[in-house]
């Protein structure tokens, strides 16, 4: 690869079922904003990261991607976003802020396509 072009970012794109479903979560429950709306593609935008969204195609794209999809948001101070999300547990499939062996703590929430979100932060000491 020529070394002179520099990656600037790396976004996931997510098929997704039900685009304004999506967009409300991603927006009210992590705090991201919209940036980019449409029925077919929409982007989402938190501290200089994003996530594109794609209508997917059928309901048997969504068959295949519904839980079998992650992404993982690392954060710094992870505890007053875990303090909100933890209100959603009756909302939202969430795992509990853990520490894990591999030196992050986290949190897991399942978005409305069954892709899950992990978010953590480098567990200090």
Known sequence: MPTAT??????????????????AFYQEVLGFKLTMNSPEYSIVERDGQTIHFQKAASEKVMQCVRG????????????????????????YRIRDLFDRDYGMTEFHISDPNDCLVFVGEPTPG
Request: negative net charge; hydrophobic residues 45%; proline residues 5%.
């Open 6 to 23: 520099i990656a600037k970012r790396i976004s996931p794109m997510l098929a997704v079922a039900d685009m304004e479903e999506t967009l």
């Open 68 to 91: 079998h999809t992650e992404i993982y948001l690392e954060v710094s101070n992870i505890h007053p976003l875990w303090e909100h999300v933890k209100t959603l547990k009756d909302r």
